[in-house]
């Protein structure tokens, strides 16, 4: 069974850092494209930023492009989302997703058609 754990979501004031994780078991995880997806009250779900854990190639939206920074440890089964420069728009929850499909592609195609979801974390950003 494929599991994706979030963590690291909490309150922080405009202008700061969090650091997101997602742990993923039950899967090949050198051979995914897994990334962050995050939907605010009332609005559409997002792709934010995703990585193929094979090729390390990322793909990141424009409304974080330059503030948000993806990575992996695949020693660790685990890929991060370092946020920073946060601002209020970007209260969401946060979930990670797994795609194998997308492994050698997510760099051209972004966030797509993922396979597999987390639960989620809580991002709020207080202005």
């Known amino acids: 069974e494929v599991q994706l754990v979030e963590s690291g979501g909490g309150l922080v004031q405009a202008g700061g850092s969090l650091r997101l994780s997602c742990a993923a078991s039950?899967?090949?995880?050198?051979?995914?494209?897994i990334g962050w997806f995050r939907q605010a009250p009332g609005k559409e779900r997002e792709g934010v930023s995703c990585i193929s854990t094979s090729e390390g190639s990322t793909y990141y939206s424009d409304s974080v492009e330059g503030r948000f920074t993806i990575s992996s440890d695949n020693a660790k089964n685990t890929v991060y989302l370092q946020m920073n420069s946060l601002k209020p728009e970007d209260t969401a929850v946060y979930y990670c997703a797994a795609a194998h499909w997308l492994s050698h592609v997510v760099h051209i195609l972004g966030c797509y058609g993922m396979d597999y979801w987390g639960k989620g974390t809580l991002v709020t950003v207080s202005a």
């Open positions: 039950g899967l090949t995880f050198d051979d995914y494209a």
